[in-house]
């Protein structure tokens, strides 16, 4: 049970370029997300979806898309990267049911736009 | 919106000293949960605790959700448990958690 995994730990991209986020659970959880942490402040949400095929904005969606295509995965996709995006990002997933409705996260990855 | 307000926004102590990290929320809510960040970055939940008290070794958590506020407790604190706490808001029904804007704890050896 390898719980969130998020890859890559670490990104450089040049402005303008795109990436992919990758984001994987196995704990068949219905819900997961993506945050973002700036240095020195809290979690700040993105994008979540509560199910394959259902996705929705958070607080700071712009310049983000996500797809749920499997309960599994929820790839985070930068369109055209600014030095603003630079940011730890964070995935999250949360089960739903007495006792497991705790979120629990990926390790993180460091993205730098230059 | 629901607010999250904790306090204090910083503590240092010596090791061994035992600490009260504070959450204000501003409405009702069935959804609390309190993480731990490390220094490298990781986030670890502590505890689901939207009403009640819960002990996991030295830490424990009391949610009096009627008068809106939650504590967690670290005691004997060590080194390791230096890092940012969060606690963190919702409702069941909708998944979607409301942030504060944590505590930084730092145990000094």
């Known amino acids: 049970n390898a719980g969130v995994t998020q890859t890559p730990k670490f990104q450089v991209l040049k402005t303008g370029q795109s990436m992919t986020l990758q984001c994987a659970q196995d704990?068949?959880?219905?819900?997961m997300s993506w945050y973002r942490q700036d240095p020195g402040m809290g979690l700040r949400l993105i994008h979540y979806?509560?199910?394959?095929?259902?996705?929705d904005q958070g607080e700071v969606p712009n310049g983000y898309n996500v797809s749920r295509s499997t309960t599994e995965d929820f790839p985070l996709r930068l369109l055209s990267a600014a030095p603003s995006q630079t940011s730890v990002y964070f995935c999250?997933?949360?089960?739903?049911?007495?006792?497991?409705?705790?979120?629990?996260f990926g390790p993180g990855t460091r993205l730098t736009v230059t | 919106g629901i607010q999250v307000e904790q306090s204090p926004p910083d503590l240092i102590l010596q090791e061994g000293a035992n600490s009260t990290l504070r959450c204000n929320f501003s409405?009702?809510?069935?959804?609390l949960q309190w993480f731990h960040q490390n220094p490298w970055g990781q986030l670890i939940n502590l505890f689901y605790?939207?009403?009640?008290?819960k002990q996991n070794g030295r830490l424990s958590a009391t949610t009096v959700a009627t008068e809106r506020y939650s504590l967690l407790y670290i005691s004997s604190s060590q080194t390791t448990d230096s890092g940012v706490y969060f606690c963190?808001?919702?409702?069941?029904?909708?998944?979607?958690?409301?942030w504060g804007a944590g505590t930084k704890l730092i145990i000094k050896p």
């Open positions: 605790i939207p009403s009640g008290t």
């Open positions: 999250a997933s949360q089960g739903r049911g007495a006792g497991s409705y705790e979120q629990y």
């Open positions: 963190a808001v919702g409702e069941d029904s909708n998944y979607q958690l409301i």
């Open positions: 409405d009702s809510v069935n959804n």
């Open positions: 704990m068949n959880h219905e819900y």
């Open positions: 979806s509560v199910g394959a095929g259902i996705t």
